[in-house]
Nanobody, 115 residues
């Protein structure tokens, strides 16, 4: 079982930046694809972006050019740098670790963007 823990959420004004962090407890962290997802009230959970074990990144169109994912395999950490935040970015953000058929989710961290 892999434990995934997000941190860094909070309240921020539109146009500002915020960085989320995610720690995963596994000795083979570098093999995992790490992803960030978000879910706003009444909406389905949606992909924000992923970073594969090889460093390939993919982002949702809604965040391209504003958000950036990075990982530090030595620290078992993945980050989501969010710039130029908009009110519509308000959601609970979840970190996901996936490898083959195994998926592990964190409990989420709330991000609220005020106008």
């Amino acid at each position: 079982q892999v434990q995934v823990v997000e941190s860094g959420g909070g309240l921020v004004q539109a146009g500002r930046s915020l960085r989320l962090s995610c720690a995963a407890s596994t000795s083979i962290f570098g093999s995992y694809t790490m992803g960030w997802y978000r879910q706003a009230p009444g909406n389905q959970r949606e992909l924000v972006g992923i970073i594969t074990s090889g460093g390939f990144r993919n982002y949702a169109d809604s965040v391209k050019g504003r958000f950036a994912i990075s990982r530090d395999n030595a620290k078992n950490m993945v980050y989501l740098q969010m710039n130029s935040l908009k009110t519509e970015d308000t959601s609970v953000y979840y970190c996901n670790a996936s490898l083959l058929e195994s998926y592990y989710w964190g409990q989420g961290t709330q991000v609220t963007v005020s106008s």
